[in-house]
Nanobody, 126 residues
Framework: QVQLVESGGGLVQAGGSLRLSCVASDPTLTNYARAWFRRAPGMSREFVAGIDRSGDSIYIADYLKDRFTISRDNAVNTVYLQMDNLIPDDTAIYYC???????????????????WGQGTQVTVSS
């Protein structure tokens, strides 16, 4: 069974940084766009950032562009989310997801993704 495993979450003070990693168990997922979503307490899951299979095209939610970036290293089947200048509103469970179809651009809707990780908790204290 194909799996995505996130890591790198934790507790950080406001203004700090974290880098999340998402490792795929199946190397064929290097052919798929991947994205990060997050779900804050009491909120629905929202798109954070996405990256195409080559890493040439990235998409980041407008309100996060000045603080977050996404990258990938297909040699190790991993996608990263670098989060800088974190604020308490960034507190959420962060999920990695792989697009349903190979070669597509990342999308902002959850139904475009068929493989999900278990999530990693990010908590930002004020």
């Amino acid at each position: 069974q194909v799996q995505l495993v996130e890591s790198g979450g934790g507790l950080v003070q406001a203004g700090g940084s974290l880098r999340l990693s998402c490792v795929a168990s199946d190397p064929t997922l290097t052919n798929y766009a991947r994205a990060w979503f997050r779900r804050a307490p009491g909120m629905s899951r929202e798109f954070v950032a996405g990256i195409d299979r080559s890493g040439d095209s990235i998409y980041i939610a407008d309100y996060l562009k000045d603080r977050f970036t996404i990258s990938r290293d297909n040699a190790v089947n991993t996608v990263y989310l670098q989060m800088d200048n974190l604020i308490p509103d960034d507190t959420a469970i962060y999920y990695c997801a792989s697009h349903k179809f190979p070669g597509r651009e990342p999308k902002i809707d959850t139904w475009d993704y068929s493989v999900w990780g278990q999530g990693t908790q990010v908590t930002v204290s004020s």
